[in-house]
T-cell receptor, first 114, second 113 residues
Framework: AQSVTQLDSQVPVFEEAPVELRCNYS??????LFWYVQYPNQGLQLLLK??????LVKSINGFEAEFNKSQTSFHLRKPSVHISDTAEYFC????????????FGTGTKLQVIP | GAGVSQSPSNKVTEKGKDVELRCDPI?????LYWYRQSLGQGLEFLIY????????KSGLPSDRFSAERTGGSVSTLTIQRTQQEDSAVYLC???????????FGPGTRLTVL
């Protein structure tokens, strides 16, 4: 079975500074990887995902994540954060090929400081 | 199109009572998940349905928790003899296939007094 580790439970960062939210996974087979975001008082929604192809995936609001198979990582980065990025971010993994359970990490709270 | 809906949005109950939480997934989605989100506890997996296969119940915290999915669509999560530690937001998600993007409902906030 696969697992996901998000080592940082909280990450404070000043506005316009870069940020990296770390995600490591454990799986012996090919995987799909996801980042979900939960804004304050809102539901969870998909931010970006890696299924196959290019290992660098991007969201519409400036976040990107790179699938690194050798390091079993899928870290989320943004070069310059905004106040509106304050949210909780969840990394998730599933075995590739469909019809496989998705496993979530424990989440990282990103707090952008003005 | 309609997203995942959950009802009720809020439920306050007394300790020892039974509660039922409902989830209506997106039409055509074969996979359905239940999660629990407690303050400061992250997202806790409870149960997972995939088509007509036997559900994965490995996340249910005790035998007071059960869930069913009728006709491959609507799902009900039942908590019997509720305890104060059951207080949390219960989230439902569905996906077209299990390993793909999940679409989350707004959740049911359960408060056990």
């Amino acid at each position: 079975a696969q697992s996901v580790t998000q080592l940082d439970s909280q990450v404070p960062v000043f506005e316009e500074a870069p940020v990296e939210l770390r995600c490591n996974y454990s799986s012996s087979v090919s995987v799909y990887l996801f980042w979900y975001v939960q804004y304050p008082n809102q539901g969870l929604q998909l931010l970006l995902k890696y299924l196959s192809g290019s290992t660098l995936v991007k969201s519409i609001n400036g976040f990107e994540a790179e699938f690194n198979k050798s390091q079993t990582s899928f870290h989320l980065r943004k070069p310059s954060v905004h106040i509106s990025d304050t949210a909780e971010y969840f990394c998730a993994v599933s075995r590739s090929g469909g019809y496989q359970k998705v496993t979530f990490g424990t989440g990282t709270k990103l707090q952008v400081i003005p | 199109g309609a997203g995942v809906s959950q009802s009720p949005s809020n439920k306050v109950t007394e300790k020892g009572k039974d509660v039922e939480l409902r989830c209506d997934p997106i039409s055509g989605h074969t996979a359905l998940y239940w999660y629990r989100q407690s303050l400061g506890q992250g997202l806790e997996f409870l149960i997972y349905f995939q088509g007509n296969s036997a559900p994965d119940k490995s996340g249910l915290p005790s035998d007071r928790f059960s869930a069913e999915r009728t006709g491959g669509s609507v799902s009900t999560l039942t908590i019997q003899r509720t305890q104060q530690e059951d207080s949390a937001v219960y989230l439902c998600a569905s996906s077209l296939e299990s390993g793909d993007t999940q679409y989350f409902g707004p959740g049911t906030r359960l408060t056990v007094l």
